[in-house]
Each structure stands twice: as C-alpha cells, then as structure tokens.
Nanobody, 124 residues
Framework: QVQLVDSGGGLVQAGDSLRLSCAVSGRTFSSYAMGWFRQAPGKEREFVARITWSSGMTYYADSVKGRFTISRDIAKNTVFLQMNSLKPEDTAVYYC?????????????????WGQGTQVTVSS
C-alpha cells in the first residue's frame, strides 16, 4: 500500500522558516517525481515545487523561487520542502504528491498519490 505522510507544518511569523517532510512508503519511487502543492482557503490547489526521485532535478513555481528548496533523502524515503522568508500569502495546507516521471508538473490529475496535508500559517 502506497503511503505519503506529510508533517512539519505550524504557525510562524512572517520572515520565519519551516521545513516540511513527506515520508513515502509502499513502493519504489525511482521512476517518479515528487511534488509539493498547496491550497489556501477558497483557492484551488496549486503547484509549488518538484524533484525527480532518481536524478534530483528540481523545478519551482515563480511565487516561491529563491525562498523554497525541495530535496529528498533516498535512504530515508523522505522528501523535504525548506521554506524560508515566509509570507502571509504562503498560508495554506501543503500536500506532497507523486507522479510518473514524464508527466507535467502543474496538473493535479497527473499525480497518482497524495499525502494528507499539513497546515502552514504565517502571521504578519
């Protein structure tokens, strides 16, 4: 059974940092890409960042480029999202997800597996 478990969210002030984790289990993800999405109240779920499991290639949405860093620890089967210089507009539930390697980043339907989400709240 494939399982993605998100953790690490919390309440922080603007300018602070947080690191989210996504523990994956149940299959080999070597031919997958791992993504982070977020969903703010009243808004659609949006793409944040992606890393390919085997090669470690990364890609970011413009809104987080230069502030967020996605990484993975293959030995621990864990994906991370380091979030620095947080802004109130980063407030959302953050989800990790897994998709096939050759599918596009932005379409939620391309992601076959999802975590349960972790709340990030940034106060001004």
């Amino acid at each position: 059974q494939v399982q993605l478990v998100d953790s690490g969210g919390g309440l922080v002030q603007a300018g602070d940092s947080l690191r989210l984790s996504c523990a994956v289990s149940g299959r080999t993800f070597s031919s997958y890409a791992m993504g982070w999405f977020r969903q703010a109240p009243g808004k659609e779920r949006e793409f944040v960042a992606r890393i390919t499991w085997s090669s470690g290639m990364t890609y970011y949405a413009d809104s987080v480029k230069g502030r967020f860093t996605i990484s993975r620890d293959i030995a621990k089967n864990t994906v991370f999202l380091q979030m620095n210089s947080l802004k109130p507009e980063d407030t959302a539930v953050y989800y990790c997800a897994a998709r096939g390697l050759y599918l596009s980043d932005y379409a939620r339907s391309n992601y076959a597996y999802w975590g349960q989400g972790t709340q990030v709240t940034v106060s001004s």
